[in-house]
């Protein structure tokens, strides 16, 4: 299993285990919400991700690695006595497919957590929704710096390095080798987009004044 896969199963679990520990926090009412015929037989994961397309790697490593974790999971006897259930849908690095499907997640699947997407255009689309209807979402693949914010987006979390800080560490170690002439090279799609202005922000930092930007 490549390392991105094994991050996106090590996401499942981190986000199971936060649901599941909200789960027994709320033990309490589980006896009122049996009498009221309200029982809940399983937890419902959802997500997003490129699973066509030129980010399909991403969304297909999404998928495997989602897939694998709610295995084991329930190989294991699940979360709280309850089966773990994954729903896996393309949105092809599409924002408006992907805030689309996500709607669908929520209104019409009542998913209980959210895993993805794989494209910060995408993020950036989702969060607000997600956000507001207070669904968690742990996000193991965009790098989006703005994508975190405690303020805006309480129940978003992420566990890959912002594009910030990866643009920082590449700057730092080519002006530290004594490179003067530094070129940028970057893709047009929605998995190049998001790093350009932390990369330019970079270099102005560092007084690197010879460069160019190649697409």
Request: some cysteine.
């Amino acid at each position: 299993m490549s390392k991105n896969k094994n991050l996106y199963k090590s996401l499942c679990f981190l986000l199971l285990f936060v649901f599941g520990f909200t789960m027994t926090g709320c033990a309490g009412d589980k006896k009122e919400d049996a009498e009221q015929g309200n029982t809940k037989s399983e937890i419902v994961i959802g997500c997003v991700g490129a699973m066509t397309g030129p980010s399909a790697q991403l969304g297909l490593n999404l998928k495997t690695g989602v897939e694998t974790a709610v295995e084991e999971i329930n190989q294991n006897g699940g979360i709280n006595g309850m089966k773990v259930r994954a729903i896996m849908l393309d949105d092809e690095a599409d924002p408006t497919k992907s805030l689309n499907l996500t709607r669908q997640l929520v209104t019409k699947d009542k998913i209980d957590a959210f895993i993805g997407p794989t494209n910060t255009t995408c993020a950036k689309a989702i969060q607000p929704y997600l956000n507001q209807n207070k669904i968690i979402q742990m996000n193991g693949g965009c790098t989006g710096t703005v994508l975190i914010d405690l303020q805006q987006y309480p129940y978003s979390f992420r566990t890959h390095f912002p594009d910030r800080d990866q643009a920082i560490f590449m700057v730092r170690r080519a002006v530290e080798a004594g490179y003067k002439r530094i070129a940028m090279v970057r893709d047009t799609s929605a998995l190049g987009a998001g790093a350009k202005a932390d990369m330019e922000e970079c270099f102005k930092e560092l007084g690197v004044t010879d460069r160019k930007s190649v697409v």
